[in-house]
């Protein structure tokens, strides 16, 4: 079984930057889309930005100026660089690896997280 191992959250100033790494232990099976989920204290998890096989990417309306995913949406390491962060992006980071099966649904793999902290 795949693990999501993510790196690269902290606390940092409002206005600052980070990078998050995703990385998986094991063999990666095939995956169609790799992305960046988060949740806030008391709120759902929601999608941040993803990227699949064919390299296309999607952000969520809250970041899409900010943040950037690179790598290979087929497979790790993922990245995801935050610019200009705000307090409101503090939350839990996942990285997620997502397998669609059409009609039938997907299944995810999912990381531990990585806590990103926007404070002064």
């Known amino acids: 079984q795949v693990q999501l191992v993510e790196s690269g959250g902290g606390l940092v100033q409002p206005g600052g930057s980070l990078r998050l790494t995703c990385k998986a232990s094991?063999?990666?099976?095939?995956?169609?889309?790799m992305g960046w989920y988060r949740q806030a204290p008391g709120k759902q998890r929601e999608m941040v930005a993803t990227i699949t096989r064919r390299g296309d990417t999607n952000y969520a309306d809250s970041v899409e100026d900010r943040f950037a995913i690179s790598g290979d949406g087929a497979e790790t390491p993922v990245y995801l660089q935050m610019y200009n962060l705000k307090p409101e992006d503090t939350a839990v980071y996942y990285c997620?690896?997502?397998?669609?099966?059409?009609?039938?649904?997907?299944?995810?793999?999912w990381g531990q997280g990585t806590q990103v902290t926007v404070s002064s």
């Open positions: 094991g063999k990666m099976p095939y995956i169609d889309v």
């Open positions: 997620n690896a997502r397998k669609w099966f059409g009609s039938l649904g997907e299944y995810d793999y």
